[in-house]
C-alpha cells in the first residue's frame, strides 16, 4: 500500500498528477464534492448560525468508504483540490467527511506540471477556513434565495410552475438581458446622409475621404452636392503622426470566454469544458481566475520562446495589474504551462482554444505595434458663393504598419467591429496637390440601437458591474436558458429602403436601394416567462435584482475569504430584511401578476377583447372572456413574439389556422396544428410538418412534397417471416430499409432492395438486436434521460436530445450521474427537464379554461 494518498477532485486530474508522482503516492478522485446541502428542504438552520446540514451525495457513499479506506491505510493523506474557494471547500468537506486530522495536509498550484506538484509537495499548508466560510457563504445565501423566493414564483405568477426559480446572480443576468431587449424595443431608429468621395489619383488609384459630420436631411445633403458640382478640390494638409498598438493583457476567465465566442464561435459553457481538460492534462495553468498576472518564470519563457521564434527587436516583457481591487493577483492570468508547445489538445476544440490561449499570452510580452498615421485634408473650392455652414472639407485617413511587433502573432477581436473603421494605406500625395474628383455620394444611414446581449457580452457587462466571479458566469447563463427565461437564437434581418444621391461627371442622380439590417446571430432574447419573474422581482424584491447590491454583496464574500467578515454575520444582515419581505408577500394578493396580462384592442369580427397573457403552458393570445354560456378563443403566440410588445393584427393573424393553402388530387390541404404539433391534412389523413415549416407560411407545393414523402415511405413489401412474424421491406426518406417488431432497419451501404433476400433481412434484424443490446453502457433510473452510450465513433454521453463527447481518459462504465451532468455542464441539483412545464404546443390537449391552446376547430390526430 502506498504511503501516501493525494486526493484531487477530477480524474483527468488525478491520472496527470500520478504520472508526476512517484510509487509512494496514490492518487484518487472524489468526483467534485462529496458532501452538499440535500435537495429536499432548507437544510439551514437559520435560527442558530445558519448552520447548514450537509450530507453526503447518495452516488458518493461507496466513493467515501473507499476514501475512507485508502486514508486508514495511508501515512499521509494529501488534499490537492483546486486553489480556489470552491477547491477549498471540497477539501474541507474531505476533511469532514472521511474523519481526516485538522492538520491534514493541503497542497496547492496553479498548473498541473511535474515541477508545480513537486514544489506544492514541499509547501503543504492546512486547510484555509476563510475560504471555506466564504464558499460556505455562498452556498447558504444561495440556498436561502432560491428555496424561499422560488415558491413565491409558483404562488403568485399564474400559470407559473415549480419549473420557476429565482437566484442572486441569475436574476440580475436575466434583468440585464430583459432591459436591453426593452431599449432595442424602443428605439426609434433616425437616419442621417453621410457623404464620401473618391478621387483618381496617379492614373487610377482611388483615394477615398467623407465629410467629418452628416447631414441631417436629403434636402440639406442635395445641396451640399449641388454645389460641389464643378468644384475644385485641392490638398490643403497632410499630418503624419507616428503612433503604437500595445498587445492586450492574457487571458482572464472572463477576456477568455469573450474572446473564444469571438474568434472561435464557442459558448461560455463550452469554453470552460475545454479549458477545464486543457488544465487537467497540465497544458495550461488554472483557468478560473480574474487576475493579469504572469509569475516572472512564466514571463522569462515567454521571451525565451519570443527570441527563438523571432528576434530581440520583438521582446517587451510586461506586468499587467488589475483594475479590479478583489482580483487575485497572487493568482496568475492563463497561459500555457509549456510555451514551447505551439500546440496542444486531444481534439479539434481543445486545439482550437489553446492555440488562442498561447498566443494572447505570448503577444502580451511582445513589442508594441509602430504605425504611422496619416490625416489628409481636402479642401473644397465652389464656382459659387457656398451657403452658411458649408463644409469646406473633406477627410482621408490611412494607417500604415512600420513595425508589426505583437501584431505578427496576435490582434484582439471586439464584440461590434465595423468594416468601416478600417483604415488601409494611402497613395503617395503632396500639399497643394490637385485632385480629380471621380464621385461624391451621400448615403442614407440609421442609427442603431445597442445589441443584444451574446454570452460573451453578458458575461462582460456582469463583470464591469462586479457582479459574479470566474467559477460563475458559465453556471449563471446556463441556468436562465435551461429555466427557459432566455433564449440564445439567430434573428433574420430586415429589409428596408435608404437613399442615395450621387453625384458623377458633374451630375446629380438619386436612387431608393434596399438594404438588410438587424441580423443577430447566437444572441439572448428574453421570453416571455423571463419577462414576468424580472418584472415580478423587479415590482417586490428590488434588492435580489439591484445590481449595486448584488456587487456589494460580492465584495462582502471577499471579505469573508479574507478574514475580516464573519459569514454568519454576513447573512444575518441579508436574511432578515428579506426573510420579511417574503413573507409579506406571501400573504399579499399580488393581483398585477396573476397573468401578466395585456389587453391588445377588439376584434373587429366579433367585437370581443383581445389580450395577450402568460399560461402553464406558455403564452398565448385570448379573444373573448369566459363565461357559462361561451368560451374565449385561444392561440399560442409563435416564437420569438413578446406578450408587451405583440400588435393586435399579429394576435389576430394567430387565429388564421386551420387554412386552406390549395388542393392535390382534388382534395383540399389544409394547415392546422394539433395535439402533436402543425400539421397538413388531405383526405383525411394527417402529415407532420417539419421543425423547419412554418404552419402560417407554407405553400401548397411544400405540404404535397410532404405527403409524397409520407406515402413513398409507406411503400412496403413483405419478404417473409421471421419468430413467426412479419418481415417488410420498403423504401423512406432515408433510403431502402427492413422493418420488423414496428422497427426499422436501414440497409448497408450500397444493398438495394432488389436481390434482397430473407436470410440477408435476418442477419440485418440480429444485428440491430445485438448493437441495441450493448447501446447503453449506464443508464440512471432517477434520471432516464441521461445515459451512456456506445456509439458507433467510441462511447458518448447522451442528456435528452443533447450529446456529449467523453474525455479519453474517463471510463464510461464509472461515471456516475452527478459527473455525467457535470461533463454535459448541466447543474446536478437543477431539475430534470421532464419535470419541467410541457412545452406550448401541448397546450392544446387541455381544456380551454385550464391551458389556452391554438384554436381549437381542427380535429385531433
Known amino acids: 500500500m502506498s504511503k501516501n494518498l493525494v486526493i484531487v477532485e477530477s480524474p483527468a486530474k488525478a491520472k496527470t498528477i500520478e504520472g508526476y508522482l512517484g510509487h509512494d503516492f496514490t492518487v484518487r478522485s ?29 452516488d458518493k457513499k461507496q466513493l467515501v468508504s473507499e476514501l475512507k479506506r485508502l486514508a486508514k491505510d495511508a501515512d499521509e493523506v494529501w488534499l490537492a483540490t483546486d486553489d480556489d474557494r470552491e477547491g477549498e471547500a471540497i477539501s474541507w468537506h474531505l476533511k469532514e467527511a472521511l474523519g481526516l486530522k485538522s492538520n491534514t495536509k493541503r497542497i496547492v498550484f496553479r498548473e498541473i506540471t511535474k515541477n508545480a506538484i513537486q514544489k506544492a509537495i514541499q509547501q503543504p499548508r492546512t486547510i484555509d477556513l476563510d475560504l471555506v466560510n466564504a464558499q460556505q457563504a455562498r452556498r447558504v445565501l444561495d440556498r436561502l434565495v ?41 428605439h426609434n431608429a433616425k437616419s442621417s446622409y453621410k457623404v464620401t468621395a473618391q478621387f483618381l489619383v496617379d492614373g487610377g488609384k482611388i483615394l477615398n475621404a467623407e465629410l467629418p459630420k452628416n447631414f441631417a436631411t436629403a434636402d440639406e445633403a442635395r445641396s451640399f452636392l449641388e454645389q460641389c458640382i464643378g468644384a475644385t ?23 477568455l470566454q469573450q474572446e473564444a465566442s469571438r474568434k472561435l464561435g464557442y459558448s461560455v459553457d463550452r469554453t470552460m469544458r475545454i479549458a477545464q481538460n486543457l488544465y487537467e492534462a497540465g497544458k495550461i495553468s488554472y483557468m478560473r481566475t480574474d487576475s493579469l498576472n504572469l509569475s ?29 481591487e478583489s482580483a487575485q493577483e497572487a493568482h496568475e492570468a492563463i497561459r500555457p504551462t509549456n510555451f514551447s508547445d505551439h500546440s496542444a489538445g486531444a481534439d479539434r476544440d481543445q486545439k482550437r482554444l489553446y492555440e488562442l490561449i498561447w498566443k494572447r499570452a505570448i503577444a502580451s510580452q511582445m513589442a508594441d505595434a509602430q504605425l504611422e498615421r496619416t490625416t489628409v485634408t481636402i479642401n473644397i473650392r465652389t464656382t459659387g458663393r457656398p451657403t452658411e455652414n458649408f463644409p469646406s472639407d473633406l477627410i482621408a485617413q490611412g494607417e500604415v504598419i512600420k513595425f508589426d511587433g505583437f501584431l505578427k502573432v496576435y490582434l484582439e477581436s471586439k464584440d461590434d467591429e465595423d468594416d468601416e473603421d478600417a483604415k488601409g494605406m494611402l497613395p503617395p500625395l503632396t500639399i497643394g496637390q490637385e485632385l480629380d474628383l471621380s464621385q461624391m455620394k451621400a448615403s442614407e444611414k440609421f442609427t442603431r440601437p445597442q445589441p443584444r446581449y451574446a454570452e460573451a457580452s453578458l458575461v462582460k457587462k456582469l463583470e464591469e458591474m462586479g457582479i459574479g466571479r470566474p467559477s460563475t458566469y458559465a453556471p449563471t447563463i446556463s441556468t436562465i436558458i435551461n429555466r427557459g427565461y432566455v433564449t440564445k437564437q439567430d434573428k433574420p434581418g430586415q429589409e428596408r429602403a435608404f437613399r442615395e444621391i450621387t453625384l458623377e461627371r458633374d451630375a446629380l442622380t438619386e436612387k431608393v436601394g434596399k438594404e438588410t439590417y438587424g441580423s443577430e446571430k447566437a444572441k439572448l432574447f428574453p421570453t416571455n416567462t423571463g419577462i414576468v419573474v424580472n418584472d415580478f422581482l423587479v415590482e417586490y424584491f428590488p434588492d435580489i435584482v439591484d445590481y449595486k447590491f448584488t456587487a456589494n454583496v460580492e465584495q462582502e464574500f471577499d471579505l469573508v475569504a479574507g478574514g475580516k467578515l464573519e459569514w454568519q454575520r454576513m447573512l444575518e444582515a441579508f436574511y432578515g430584511d428579506f426573510h420579511k419581505n417574503v413573507e409579506e408577500i406571501q400573504g399579499s394578493n399580488v393581483a398585477s401578476f396573476k397573468t401578466g396580462a395585456r389587453e391588445l384592442g377588439i376584434d373587429p369580427k366579433s367585437g370581443k377583447k383581445v389580450s395577450a397573457r402568460l ?23 409563435r416564437d420569438g413574439q413578446l406578450i408587451e410588445t405583440i400588435s393586435i393584427e399579429d394576435a389576430l393573424s394567430l387565429f388564421a389556422l386551420p387554412r386552406e393553402v390549395g388542393f392535390f388530387e382534388d382534395q383540399a390541404l389544409t394547415i392546422g396544428i394539433g395535439k402533436f404539433g402543425p400539421y397538413v391534412k388531405h383526405d383525411g389523413k394527417y402529415v407532420s410538418l417539419t421543425k423547419e415549416d412554418d404552419p402560417y407560411t407554407i405553400t401548397a407545393e411544400r405540404a404535397i412534397e410532404l405527403i409524397q414523402q409520407k406515402r413513398a415511405e409507406a411503400v412496403s413489401d413483405t419478404l417473409g417471416e421471421f419468430e413467426g412474424k412479419p418481415v417488410v421491406t420498403g423504401k423512406g426518406r432515408f433510403g431502402p430499409y427492413v422493418k420488423f417488431e414496428d422497427k426499422y432497419i436501414s440497409l448497408g451501404k450500397g444493398e438495394q432492395l432488389a436481390g434482397l433476400t430473407l436470410e440477408r433481412a435476418i442477419e440485418l434484424i440480429q444485428q440491430k438486436r445485438n448493437a441495441e443490446a450493448n ?33 479519453k481518459d474517463i471510463d464510461p462504465a464509472e461515471l456516475t450521474l452527478e459527473k455525467c451532468l457535470e461533463l454535459a455542464g448541466e447543474d446536478p441539483k437543477a431539475e430534470p427537464a421532464a419535470k419541467k412545464a410541457a412545452p406550448a404546443k401541448k397546450a392544446a390537449a387541455k381544456p380551454a379554461a385550464k391551458a389556452p391552446a391554438k384554436k381549437a376547430v381542427a380535429k385531433k390526430k
Open 615 to 637: 399560461g402553464k403552458y406558455g403564452a398565448y393570445v385570448q379573444i373573448g372572456e369566459s363565461t357559462d354560456e361561451e368560451k374565449p378563443q385561444y392561440a399560442n403566440l
Open 296 to 324: 516572472e518564470e512564466a514571463v522569462e519563457k515567454a521571451t525565451t520562446e519570443i527570441r527563438a521564434a523571432f528576434d530581440e527587436r520583438y521582446v517587451h516583457q510586461r506586468h499587467f495589474k488589475n483594475k479590479n
Open 30 to 58: 472524489s468526483f467534485g464534492h462529496i458532501r452538499d446541502l440535500p435537495k429536499d428542504g432548507l437544510a439551514v438552520d437559520v435560527k442558530n448560525g445558519f448552520a447548514p446540514s450537509y450530507q453526503i451525495s447518495p
Open 233 to 255: 478640390f485641392t490638398i490643403r494638409n497632410l499630418e503624419v503622426k507616428p503612433a503604437k498598438k500595445s498587445p492586450a493583457p492574457p487571458f482572464t476567465t472572463s477576456t
Open 146 to 186: 432560491g428555496y424561499e423566493l422560488s415558491p413565491v414564483l409558483w404562488r403568485k405568477i399564474k400559470g407559473g410552475s415549480t419549473g420557476l426559480s429565482a437566484g442572486r446572480v441569475q436574476s440580475v443576468a436575466l434583468r440585464l438581458v430583459v432591459e436591453r431587449e426593452r431599449e432595442i424595443d424602443k
Open 775 to 807: 447501446k447503453y453502457i449506464k443508464e440512471f433510473p432517477e434520471r432516464p434521460e441521461v445515459k451512456v452510450v456506445n456509439g458507433m465513433y467510441g462511447p458518448y454521453l447522451a442528456v435528452g436530445k443533447r450529446n456529449v463527447r467523453l474525455p
